[in-house]
């Protein structure tokens, strides 16, 4: 009798739980703004739910897809050029609170560099799946590096440097994952030294925002005022929170209280209980990720698992960071919680790909 293959069960129900309790949070942190905005305090949630129906329906889609179908080259390449043609219309549409990040057609907005992120993995675990013999040649890595350098520099001049990172160690990841050599991951990792310092410290507000890190009780109500209200936000919450819809820090207090610092209110309103049951998702989903990972039948599949394992947890974790100070501030959405359309729906379909992996293992 043959085997019977189901789905990643505790993966399923994490990340349903997170999108849920994301949509809780999405209303509790934006109502007075959606009703300041656009006199409804529903705008934000609503539009919230739409991605979260439309990244279930992808979620669904590609569970029930054989995830080796993903490795025709007209599926890869196809989705490569769409996403460098998308990064690059961006710079020719109107700019949105100064940066060219979003593609818009009417109600509707897409923004690619969310896009790039899964068709980088995509990318990469079909590439490197045909080159594992040679993977440690620099005839190899040569399209790996023009690929993720185009798309970085893409990202990067929208300007969005936090992506760009994230981007970076995704790719890192999976590489590490395929057994690329230490010494070709130090050199790139050297390499990458001097273009970082040279992106931040050349660029007036990112180094605004190094200070404001480094000393943000010098300049609380300047460079440093938003992460002062997220860490007051946080001190607020104590244990167990004030409550649900509750919390004062995001009455025009913290700047982008919906998006990328969604986990202040949180931390405000549920406590340190509630931020550690967060956190203790995202371990989840990297516990079965690796797990599916492992077990997955071939090269592709296992590169897959660590390459949409790599681009949750490690949003997430830059996302944590920033929020209790720990790194310097980057636009990084929370995935499945943060305030985000594209974000929502590419992590959601990410999902899907993952599971459709647990049912071969």
Known sequence: MPKRLAYDRPLFATTLALLTFGLVMVFSASALTAAEQSGSPYSFVARQAVGAL???????????????????PAVVYSLLCLTVFLLGAVFFLDRSHNTHRWVRLGPLSLQPSEMAKPTLILFLAYYLETRLKTLNEWATLGPVLVYLGLICALVVAEPDLGTTVALALIATAMLFAVGLRWRLLGAGAAASVPLLYLLIFSVPYRRERILAFLHPWKDARGAAFQI??????????????????????????????????????????????????????????????????????????????????????????????????????????????????????????????????????
Request: with cysteine.
């Open 228 to 361: 002062v209200q997220s860490l007051i936000a946080l001190g607020s919450g104590g244990l167990s929170g004030v409550g649900l819809m509750n919390g004062r820090q995001k009455l025009f207090f913290l700047p982008e209280a919906h998006t990328d610092f969604i986990f202040a209110v949180v931390g405000e309103e549920f406590g340190w209980i509630g931020c550690a049951l967060v956190v203790a998702g995202f371990v989840v989903i990297l516990w079965r990720g690796m797990r599916i990972a492992r077990r997955a039948p071939d090269v592709f599949g296992r590169l897959l698992a660590v390459g949409v394992t790599s681009m949750i947890v490690i949003q997430a974790l830059i996302n944590f960071s920033v929020v209790t100070s720990l790194v310097p501030n980057k636009g990084i959405p929370l995935p499945f919680i943060s305030y985000g359309g594209s974000s929502l729906i590419f992590s959601l379909a990410a999902v899907g790909i993952l599971l459709s992996i647990s049912e071969q293992t």
């Open 54 to 72: 439309i990244g279930l329906a992808a979620l669904v889609g590609l569970m029930r897809l054989d995830y080796r179908k993903l490795r025709e």
